[in-house]
Structures are given as structure tokens and as C-alpha cells.
């Protein structure tokens, strides 16, 4: 059965064999054909279904391949790179869904500068109501170095599966722990989605209307370039390259290293000649903190290039980490205009 909203699973009443369906959350349904009433049970007082693995092996390697073809990664993979091996999985994922209702108040800044300089700052009031529901999803296991941490389909055709017949990883974190951050998730979207810059008072509440523990199928494909080895991962359902590693191309990185330097020295540069004869420093901090941030950039490229790296990988948290340095630090040299 194809999910819509939420996730219905097709089953087959043991009395009279009729079709029925249970919807997420669902845990007593009643036969349509011989009024037979039925209940269901999931693990631990949690439901589990598992999506239907429809990409067949030769599309799996197939996506794969196609995937070596696109962005900075080896001119020469796709004629070099060899599959070594490639095989389903099942992934435990948590997906809870929330309901988040009540209100967002405070206000937002707005600055209006007088033709003499003057800067006034006008406090405009803001309230919004929110009444909303969430998905939030995590990988139910350690899942090594796949690079996949969130579950990012929620459409497919479900089926109960036999899971001591298909390789499948045992789920080992807590539903508890799971439901909590869910809730969280949550809380922070909806303040996020309600838009108030400056919040002054958060009457936000969070209801937990569900958590199913979804087995998703996932390829994993191994492949060989020049006596080293890399992998990826093809989504199951969708056929889509999901995460992956593959080894990136040094005339890509030294085309970005030099063209990279060159602007970036050239735009902070010229900032810094404009900031010695202008007397608005505005323009010239600008154009020190964009050149700043290319030439920044160029050298996470120059390093990391080696290797092009797709999918949720915990070494990308450091790259991100080091861009939210970028991001305040030019704040700062805005709060200084």
C-alpha cells in the first residue's frame, strides 16, 4: 500500500482472508467483511513495518555510475572505477511525528537612516500563532560509515518482512531518547518557521502523535579506483544515490586554488586600498569580509578536494562548524558598520 500522509500498511484478515489497511497509530481495526475485530503489535508497544526494496541490482551500480559522472569528482572515474561488490540492507530508522500549537511573540528591528546619518531603530510587534505538525527521523543503529543519519523518503509501498531472512542492522538506540529529540526538533522548527527575529514570550507545546520504527533498504555499492576503495549508497526505494565517497580530480583543485586566491586576495585588496581614501568604511568592510570568505573557502576546497565526500559524514561537521565561524565573523564586521 502506498503511503500518503502517514504510513498504512496492507494486511490480510486471518478469518476470512479480506484486505484491510491500518493507518499509523492504529492499533484495533475493525474487518469490513466479516466484522472481525483485530489488533496489532509492534515491538515494544512500537510500530515497525518495512518499505520494499524495488531497485534491483543492475540499477543500484547503475545509479552509481552516473553519480561518478557529476560534480569536481575524477575526470577518469567512470572509465577507471570498477564495482567490486554491491548488496541490500535494511537500516532501522525512528520517525516520530509531532504536533506543535500555541504562540510566538516579540518583534523585529527596522533601521531607517535620516539624511543627516542619523540611525533610528523602530520595534515592530509580532504574534503568531502555530499550529502544525512535524516529521523528524534518525538512524536506529551506529551506522558506520555509511553517511546516512536521517531518513529523507517517507513514500513507499510497505510490506511486512521476514527479517531473519535479508540483511538487516538490529535497531540499538532508545525510542525514549528518539521521541524526545523528536519533540525538540520539532519545537525549535516551528519557532523557526513562525518568523519573529527578536522572541519575547514562546507559549509553544508539543503532542507526540506517533512513532514507528521503519526498516528502509539501502544498496550498498564498493568500488575500486587506482588500488584504493570507495563506496557509496543507493536509495532502495527511489533508486538515488544517497551518500557516498569518491576521489576528486587536482586539476579541479588547483584551477580552484589559483582562480580562488586570485579573486579573493584581489576583491580584499581592493577593499583595504578603498578603505584608505574613503570615508565610509562600510563598502571597504565589506569587500575585506567577502574576500575573506572566497579565500577561506578556496583552501577548505584545496584540502578536502582529494576526496568528494556526499551524504551525512560527521567529518562534514567540521567544515560546517568552520562556515558558522564565516557567518559570525561577518556579523561582526556588519555590527561595525
Known amino acids: 500500500m502506498i503511503m500518503s500522509d502517514g504510513i498504512s500498511v496492507g494486511l490480510n484478515c ?9 493507518a499509523e497509530g492504529e492499533n484495533v481495526v475493525l474487518c469490513q467483511y466479516c466484522s472481525s475485530v483485530l489488533a496489532a503489535e509492534g515491538d515494544q508497544g512500537v510500530h515497525t513495518v518495512a518499505f520494499k526494496n ?11 555510475q552516473h553519480w561518478w559522472t557529476h560534480g569536481l569528482k575524477a575526470r577518469d572515474l567512470k572509465t577507471t572505477g570498477k564495482i567490486v561488490e554491491s548488496y541490500p540492507i535494511y537500516l532501522p530508522f525512528w520517525k516520530t511525528t509531532t504536533r506543535v500549537a500555541g504562540w510566538v511573540c516579540g518583534y523585529e528591528e ?26 523528524f527521523s534518525e538512524i536506529a543503529c551506529d551506522p558506520g560509515d555509511l553517511g546516512i543519519r536521517t531518513m529523507k523518503n517517507f513514500m513507499g509501498e510497505t510490506t511486512f518482512a521476514n527479517f531473519e531472512e535479508i540483511p538487516t542492522f538490529e535497531s540499538t538506540t532508545s525510542k525514549d531518547a528518539a521521541a524526545t529529540r523528536g519533540l525538540n526538533d520539532s519545537l525549535a522548527k516551528a519557532r523557526a518557521n513562525a518568523h519573529v527575529p527578536q522572541v519575547t514570550l514562546d507559549t509553544l507545546k508539543a503532542f507526540n502523535k506517533g512513532l514507528t520504527l521503519i526498516y528502509y533498504p539501502v544498496w550498498v555499492v ?33 584551477l580552484a586554488m589559483t582562480g580562488g586566491t586570485s579573486v579573493g586576495g584581489l576583491i580584499a585588496a581592493a577593499g583595504i586600498i578603498y578603505a584608505q581614501s574613503a570615508s565610509d568604511m562600510r563598502i571597504a568592510l565589506g569587500a575585506v569580509a567577502v574576500g575573506a570568505i572566497i579565500l577561506f573557502l578556496t583552501y577548505r576546497f584545496f584540502r578536502h578536494g582529494s576526496e568528494i565526500i556526499q551524504g551525512e559524514f560527521k567529518e562534514k561537521k567540521s567544515i560546517g562548524d568552520a562556515l558558522k565561524q564565516v557567518q559570525q565573523v561577518g556579523k561582526a564586521l556588519e555590527g561595525l558598520r
Open 110 to 135: 527596522r533601521r531607517h537612516t535620516d539624511q543627516k546619518g542619523n540611525v533610528t531603530v523602530e520595534r515592530i510587534p509580532k504574534e503568531v500563532m502555530v499550529l502544525q505538525d512535524f516529521t
Open 222 to 254: 564498493r568500488y575500486n579506483y587506482r588500488d584504493r576503495m570507495y563506496m557509496d549508497t543507493v536509495d532502495g526505494v527511489t533508486g538515488q544515490v544517497l551518500s557516498g565517497r569518491a576521489p576528486g580530480d587536482p586539476l579541479f583543485q588547483s
Open 54 to 64: 524495488k531497485t534491483l541490482k543492475d540499477a543500484a551500480m547503475g545509479a552509481s
Open 14 to 22: 486471518p478469518a476470512c482472508g479480506g484486505a484491510i489497511s491500518m
